[in-house]
């Protein structure tokens, strides 16, 4: 299966509709992958959040009309990152969208964990509650998860025991913490002996610089690619058995004692 990361660069002088455009034609020019992964927030920003309400879409919205477009013309499976999505209620969320080659919603994810601590997106947007898991054609079943979840291992042990053996993970990082981003990538694919893909933004939006660097972490720990600072398109090939394999050879996952109903005592 080969997975392209489109690594773009949020530019707050460019409109949130020429920057759909722009990220449209990266899609399509990713024909051959058969799965295309954007960042998180890359319409408006991770960190505008004075734009959070004016930019604020349903997920049948204007990204997804766009994105569904560029899937079709591509062929490919997208992982459009993430927008900020408006409830009927009003209520915002950081969601996540996964469209078929066909241009068809196949899953939303609503972000479980707010960034922010008692100040942006921590108090501008509900939480999700559920953990989505999207089989794609090739042999992987994804994970879904975006930027701050990437520090809660338990979300990501759900998602294993949903059957996911692949994350994905758009992000809206800070370059002040890049080091936490590509460790903690490594940690979630090395407990879980599962694919990471991380794909993050470049350039600096709300005057916070972003680490870009997305990643691509194999069910060993070992880093199969990894991009620089800059807007880039990293593009990688991974083999769907290697999971299995791997669970296999060294079966971890079979110890676990917590979270898990215990065997009855021998009597």
Known sequence: ???????????????VDSRRRRAAALVREQRGAELVIL???????????????????TPAGPTYTVMAEAARDAGVWLHAGSIVERDDDGTLYNTALVITPG????????????FGFDKG????????????????????????ATCYDLRFPELFRGLVDAGAQ??????????????????????????????????????????????????VVDPWGE????????????TVDLDPSKVDKTREVFPA?????LGLPLPPAPR
């Open 223 to 234: 880093v199969l690619a990894e991009a620089g600072p800059d807007e880039e398109v990293l």
């Open 39 to 57: 960042p998180e927030l890359w319409p408006v920003g991770a960190f505008a959040y004075r734009a959070f309400e004016a930019e604020a879409e």
């Open 103 to 114: 241009g068809a919603l196949a899953a939303t994810y609503r972000k479980i964990h707010r």
């Open 166 to 215: 692949a994350f994905v993970v758009p992000a809206g990082w800070p370059a002040r913490r890049r080091g936490h981003w590509t460790l903690l990538a490594r940690a979630r694919a090395v407990e879980n002996q599962a694919y990471v893909l991380a794909c993050g933004t470049a350039g600096t939006h709300a005057d916070v610089e972003q680490a870009g660097h997305s990643i």
């Open 1 to 15: 299966m080969r997975a392209s990361l489109i690594q773009i660069a949020v530019d707050p002088d460019e409109p």
């Open 253 to 257: 996952l079979k110890d676990r004692r």
């Open 121 to 144: 997106e921590a108090v501008m947007m509900g939480a999700g509650e559920d953990l989505v898991t999207v089989p794609v054609p090739g042999g992987l079943t994804l994970g879904l």
